[in-house]
């Protein structure tokens, strides 16, 4: 089972994102997950891009999002999945 995913509403967008260089894929179990702007509740921090293994079998990297909402930011944090997305027209 994966961890809880805390969407945070906050009043203030994440700044510019940062250029990085991804590395050597360290071996083929290995995902690029890219670098995102968290917030912690209090302030955004970086968290580097980085190759991680995925922790369940089928999961897959889901980038961090910011939107804007009713004049503030709605973020919720790049995380693992292994859930799919069916949209219901």
Request: hydrophobic share 30%.
């Amino acid at each position: 089972m994966m961890g809880d995913l805390h969407v945070r509403i906050v009043n203030d967008a994440p700044p510019p994102r940062r250029h990085e260089v991804r590395t050597e894929r360290p071996d083929s179990s290995h995902q690029w997950v890219n670098g995102y702007w968290h917030h912690s509740g209090q302030e955004w921090a970086w968290s580097d891009g980085r190759w991680a293994q995925p922790p369940a079998r089928h999961a897959h990297w889901v980038k961090a999002s910011y939107r804007r909402y009713h004049g503030q930011t709605r973020y919720i944090p790049g995380h693992w999945s292994n859930q799919r997305v069916i949209y219901n027209n």
